[in-house]
């Protein structure tokens, strides 16, 4: 009789441990890292940190395009800071591109990687997604990552924190991984 | 004796409901939707939903490069419908890009986000992969999620739907989800 | 008191082995391929594999811009090799993009995908992530693959196998995938 019942919660048990591994929604590790665009505007290139590269018909390379700014790609290479000071000590750098691709408001779809270099952190996490860039607070995907973030999957919840005529912005990103590997 | 017989059957259960969960075939989750592209010509402005931003030497922004549009980079913010009229009820936007990248066929490289946003589907799909336009069905990866799509993966079948000169195409996208979170 | 131990021992075998199905640290598939590219430089049309389609203001399409390349994208569709030979027989083709991504040292971002053919392998695997490329080994993410790669996710580690001034080079790509799906 025992046997049964304990036969029953193991069960139980083994059920939804598998489950939780893999489906968890509580995330398994988290981080909260902000990044600096400072866009070359033509009298910056020695500040700037990220440049025009296309635009459309009509545009040009070193002021972004009118209509939203449809069209741009901007390619960057920016620090990385714990805090909200542009100032701060870097821990890594976010390179990667991001398109403006709308005409009747600001959304951009970002390709990014964050490489991270500190005794906290080492490795790399990827991200892909669509930024509706007036919404408070907008999700992209986190589809990859390397090293301490080796094989790691999560979302990223991204505010823009500073926001400087079309010369400088800050962005806050809340990583969540809920798919995380060890090794 | 029983119990050894419960002991081996709850042992193969276990066994392929772990395997199952984390690889099963069948879809978790199932989406069939259209979206619409029209292509910036110098003439079309107002309808456009696309546009090139970028060339290879020689090309312009106006008119698809010739060898098969190689070294063309398009960016589009193109509505998404249920069914295959340009015209019906949008659910949504397909924003991203689609890089031209063969010389002698016609073959894009996809990077593009679905932004849904019905009472049926809150929430973004994000694409990935070469699409070689000249097959009847190709497959890309769908590689993040958000929203209603938190953390989903799967694969995209994605069919030319209609083809219209350089100017208008419709591509029919089957979604399959294959890992599917809830919370 | 033998099915209690046998119990404990089943408990302990089945937790390992769900874990191990998600989170294994093995890989559950590993390849090893070559590809080979050649950017176009205005004289080399019939061999080139790839072009520049993008620079910063004051770049061209023909050379790399100044400034370790920061702010070219190049598009490129480059034969697979099994070896390290540009002959040998092609078993697929990379297709995708790189961005030079850095004003001052040389690093990219990657977005492409391996479209294989053969009578071993059929089937696409997509990669993203920052190329670092002056580094021996770069590690970037494998988000998402089709076909005899259905839904494997994994790491690739790079490495520059040639290098012939700025018209050809050559990467090594040790794919291991670690989340394996088969149907």
Redesign the interface.
């Known amino acids: 009789m025992g ?1 049964k019942v ?2 029953i919660i ?2 139980t048990l ?2 939804a ?3 939780a ?3 968890q ?1 509580t995330p398994c590790k988290s981080l909260v890292l902000f990044f600096h665009d400072i866009i ?1 505007n ?1 009298n910056n290139a020695g500040n700037a940190t990220s ?7 009509g545009g ?3 002021k972004l395009a009118g209509q939203f700014h ?4 901007v ?3 920016d620090p990385i800071t714990l805090d909200n000071n542009l100032h701060s000590k870097p821990v890594g ?1 976010a ?3 991001y ?5 009747n408001t600001y ?1 951009a ?1 970002l ?3 964050f ?1 991270l270099n500190t005794t906290d952190h080492q490795g ?1 996490i ?1 991200f ?3 930024d ?1 860039i007036m919404q408070k607070t907008r ?9 301490d973030f ?2 790691h ?3 990223a919840t991204i505010m823009t924190d500073a926001f400087e005529g079309e010369v400088y912005f800050r962005l806050r990103v809340d990583i969540k991984f ?2 995380c ?3």
């Open positions: 046997a304990s036969l193991l069960f083994l059920i441990s598998c489950s591994k893999s489906k929604y070359y033509g440049a025009i590269v296309a635009a459309p018909e040009n390379l070193t449809f069209g741009n790609i390619v960057f290479d750098r390179q990667g591109f398109i403006y691709d709308t005409k959304t779809w390709g990014f990687t490489v790399t990827t892909a997604g669509a509706p999700d992209i995907s986190v589809t990859g990552g390397t090293g080796f094989m999957r999560g979302i809920y798919d590997w060890s090794y």
